[in-house]
């Protein structure tokens, strides 16, 4: 089985790309996801590691290398998703650029946060962070007054989503033939709020019409946990499922509530064993914790899920 290491694990603390990769082989990783905090200088070292055999490139997270002018890597520049055609149109020219990228390390894929649906309004706020502080104050989601809130929010949010998708699908029939050509998957990410587009029911929509082209879902394993744990979505493990069939890979890491993300497997929530439907080499498996995670709960958060997913003692 397969298992990739984010580089936004170690990027920041890598100068160089050899050391970067030495880290990720050191902790029994077996290939790299090229995130956005990637710089050229990083890929050097990691395509003198590529020539010697020790490291493939199953993914890049766009936008990846960091953009020149860009103050630093970000995954949401420029959003494909947005009701504004100039700012689609920009998130297009990086996306291409990360595109050919990612064909010339010989990724599988593409990881793309597509965009948000923005919930804030002249009469208030109903945005994720302020969803969390209700069901803080009430001691939980199931609380009437966070019951009330959340479905304001998701009344307001499939409102305003229906007026960015068909922009969105337009920049998709651009875009997608190119990643056909590049032999390539576009993988849209979900994410760890309410804003987050496209939510479970959009991207099933969405790989429904553009079905038989290189689009696919990307399931963020804490993200989904985060998701579940706000009741944004139903059982994680039940939702994850249901979308294997249009799922081109996964983010690994674990959460805890309300939206504590990116921690070591073991440290939270997620109960692994029942997501072993992952464990098939058709689905491109990415460790993402976040770069506070010492090397060692690592280490351990790999065994572990190699062992829930059916490989390992």
Known sequence: M?????????????????????????????????????????????????????????????????PIGAPHGYP??????????????????????????????GA??????????????????????????????????????????LARAKKRRTKRAAALFEGFCASLEKILPTFEK???????ENLP?????????????????????????????GHGQVRSQMRWMGDHAEVAKHLLPITGGIHIHDAAPLMVDHLPPGDGYIPFPKFAFYASDEIIKVFEPAPAVRAEALRKGLHLVRKAWGEGK
Not at 7 to 35: I, T
Not at 77 to 101: C, M, N, Q, Y
Not at 112 to 136: K, P, Q, T
């Open 193 to 221: 709020s309410i804003e987050g587009f496209p939510d479970e029911e959009e991207i099933q929509r969405l790989c429904d019409r553009f079905k038989g082209s290189p689009l696919r879902y990307w399931h963020d394993m």
């Open 182 to 188: 590049a032999n390539l998957k576009l993988c849209l």
């Open 2 to 66: 397969i298992i990739a290491l984010s580089s936004n694990w170690n990027a920041k603390r890598r100068e160089s790309g050899e050391a970067l990769v030495d880290e990720a082989l050191a902790l029994g990783f077996d290939a790299l996801e090229l995130g956005y905090n990637t710089t050229d200088e990083h890929v050097k070292g990691i395509k003198r590691r590529m020539a010697e055999g020790k490291i493939i490139v199953n993914s890049v997270h766009a936008y990846s290398p960091v």
């Open 108 to 149: 599988r894929a593409v990881v793309l946060h597509a965009g948000r649906v923005f919930l804030d309004s002249f009469w208030g706020s109903l945005n994720s962070g302020r969803l969390e502080a209700v069901a803080e104050r009430e001691g939980s989601t199931q609380a009437p007054k966070y019951q009330r809130m």
């Open 76 to 105: 949401e520049l420029h959003l494909l998703a947005s009701p504004d055609e100039d700012e689609r149109v920009l998130a297009a020219i990086l996306l291409g650029k990360t595109r050919d990228f990612a064909e010339s390390m």
